[in-house]
């Protein structure tokens, strides 16, 4: 649990830095959602790469960012997600 806590964590931060560059950019609404979820799948595609996650941290990771982020991660990721 501590691992998806950290995640989430780091995707709060992602979600903000992203934030503050889009408002300097002039970038909002649609674009700026659009943005930050390409940030955060590109987080998660990282962290998976590196040390994967199990479908329930995934799943947390969905419900806590869903504004941005929606169920078909499931399906991208579901050939290797671990248990």
């Not at 934030?19 to 674009?31: D, F, H, L, N, P």
């Amino acid at each position: 649990m501590l691992r998806v806590q950290r995640y989430v964590n780091d995707i709060r931060k992602i979600v903000e830095k992203t934030e503050i560059y889009c408002r300097e950019m002039g970038i909002v609404g649609k674009y700026l959602k659009i943005n930050i979820g390409a940030n955060i799948r590109n987080y998660l595609d990282m962290i998976y790469d590196r040390r994967g996650f199990t479908r329930e941290e995934l799943v947390i990771i969905i419900r806590e960012f869903s504004e941005y982020l929606d169920d078909s991660l499931l399906d991208e990721y579901s050939d290797n997600l671990s248990n």
